[in-house]
């Protein structure tokens, strides 16, 4: 039988005054061109979900991105997909039309790619949970977030590893590798994958585990977001969760070098049993921070009891009386709801990269003296230079055990600035130029890498320090199973490696 998609592709067939008459709302949309209205229009009556179009009331609260920096691309239409079928139907549509489109699962992309100004593909809803504690296995679909995993498991003593921001897109942390407060002690949240199910370019559907496309489960691990397919779900092994202790520090100005040097030997030193996010920055707002206004502060996890932990901070509590000194035992779920953070959100921009062993003296020097050259705009900086704990269970797996290749990494090093409506075109311009000064100071310091899941539009090399010596191999693996580049934006991952 003939589809209605393959009926309104026939020229002539159906008149625009009949499709008045099936949908209104699409037929009548002035800013959608004529092919494109009947093309959206066979969309619509096909889908399970549903097809929003600019005039729709719910159209500005589902296109808003996370980073408001690309809010003002405009789709054509969001398909909020409710089923895989939904899924297949729209790359069927958008290959027919040859229209561009962007896959969003949580809209976190903080460079602006889950953003299009053709069809928005999103699978938000598509937010199902299952357990298989038997099995010891999760199974999401593709929209599920950060929250919604941890209010299904919360009633079990299991976890996967994940992020710690609520309304990050589980998908997209886990194809980009997934780093959360669990990394060094259970693993990257790809760690734990055992299989994805993916709605490939030619619109079919495939299982993608270690026994079935296995050159893809490798990719997908790492280099998946948005690359080869759209996920429509994905299972986790499970593991096995109680008590353990949370901690806040927050330390007055001075000793800041020798803070943050101690700070990475305590984590480097305890790799598998503490989990640290540390940072300087400024307390209070201003531009050209003194040295005297900046504080150092960690936040983490313990994977044990809270005088074990005083032990091990003796020497770093010795430093300099911290102003903040919080331990806390608590269960598995309670320490996740106390590490949770929104941040960032808004108007921002930042750089990532790796630090392979610690960053030593010299280094967090040079950090602080661009922290005191920041140029002014109306919001507190507070993550102007973060380190985030890697190392431990990370390194468990090889630089090509998987498409993530950081695995030789202690740090990611997190550098943003962040303004809002109240700031100049002109001010902004200064800070984006001084993140691009400091980023470009700290380099000779830092492995030449950066996360994917971190991205930045105008990082140089960005294939490379994305994927390292994975990425031959990750585009010999895009050739077999997107060879026409179905799936591409501007930093996906090549059909050929650049020279």
């Given at each position: 039988m003939t589809t209605r998609r393959e009926l309104l592709k026939m020229g002539g067939l159906l008149t625009g005054s009949v499709m008045v008459g099936a949908v209104p709302s699409i037929a009548t949309a002035k800013s959608v061109p004529s092919w494109s209205a009947r093309g959206l229009a066979a969309l619509q009556r096909d889908m399970d979900g549903r097809l929003l179009l600019p005039s729709d009331e719910g159209f500005p609260l589902m296109v808003a991105p996370n980073n408001a920096r690309w809010g003002n691309v405009t789709p054509k239409a969001i398909a909020l997909c409710a089923s895989e079928a939904d899924v297949q139907r729209c790359i069927r549509w958008a290959t027919d039309y040859k229209e561009q489109f962007a896959i969003r699962s949580g809209g976190h992309s903080y460079a602006g790619f889950s953003t299009t100004s053709g069809l928005l593909l999103s699978v938000r809803y598509m937010k199902g949970v299952t357990m298989d504690l038997k099995n010891g296995t999760a199974t999401i679909q593709g929209g599920v977030n950060n929250q919604d995993m941890a209010d299904a498991l919360r009633a079990v003593p299991y976890a996967i590893p994940s992020g710690r921001c609520p309304t990050v897109g589980a998908s997209g942390l886990v194809l980009g590798g997934g780093w959360g407060f669990a990394a060094s002690h259970k693993g990257l949240t790809c760690d734990s994958l055992l299989s994805t199910r993916a709605v490939m370019a030619n619109a079919s559907v495939i299982n993608v585990s270690g026994a079935e496309s296995d050159d893809l489960f490798w990719a997908i691990r790492g280099a998946g977001g948005g690359n080869f397919g759209v996920h429509t779900s994905f299972t986790f092994k499970l593991h096995e969760v109680g008590d353990v202790t949370t901690f806040n520090m927050v330390w007055p100005s001075g000793k800041q070098v020798e803070l943050l040097e101690a700070l990475q030997k305590l984590q480097i030193d305890n790799a598998r049993t503490i989990a640290t996010r540390s940072k300087a920055r400024p307390n209070k707002k201003g531009a050209f921070p003194a040295r005297s206004d900046l504080i150092v502060e960690s936040l983490g996890v313990y994977w044990g009891k809270a005088e074990a932990l005083r032990e091990l901070m003796a020497p770093l509590l010795a430093i300099l009386k911290p102003d903040v000194l919080e331990f806390r035992e608590q269960s598995y779920w309670q320490a996740r709801d106390y590490l949770v953070t929104d941040d960032p959100t808004g108007l921002y921009d930042m750089n990532s990269s790796y630090v392979g062993s610690t960053l030593g003296g010299e280094a967090i020097e040079t950090m602080l003296n661009w922290m005191s050259r920041w140029p002014g705009g109306t919001l507190l900086q507070e993550n102007m230079g973060i380190l985030f704990a890697m190392g431990g269970a990370v390194?468990?797996?090889?630089?090509?055990?998987?498409?993530?290749?950081?695995?030789?990494?202690?740090?990611?090093?997190?550098?943003?600035?962040?303004?809002?409506?109240?700031?100049?075109?002109?001010?902004?311009?200064?800070?984006?130029?001084?993140?691009?000064?400091?980023?470009?100071?700290?380099?000779?310091?830092?492995?030449?890498?950066?996360?994917?899941?971190?991205?930045?539009?105008?990082?140089?090399?960005?294939?490379?320090?994305?994927?390292?010596?994975?990425?031959?191999?990750?585009?010999?693996?895009?050739?077999?199973?997107?060879?026409?580049?179905?799936?591409?934006f501007a930093q996906s991952v090549p059909l050929a490696v650049p020279r």
């Open positions: 390194k468990d797996i090889a630089v090509d055990g998987t498409a993530y290749p950081h695995r030789n990494s202690n740090f990611v090093f997190e550098q943003e600035t962040m303004w809002s409506p109240l700031d100049r075109p002109d001010v902004v311009a200064r800070q984006r130029d001084w993140l691009a000064q400091y980023y470009d100071a700290m380099q000779r310091y830092l492995q030449p890498r950066s996360y994917v899941n971190f991205p930045n539009r105008d990082m140089k090399d960005w294939a490379n320090r994305y994927y390292g010596e994975n990425l031959a191999r990750l585009s010999r693996v895009k050739q077999k199973y997107d060879p026409k580049n179905v799936f591409h």
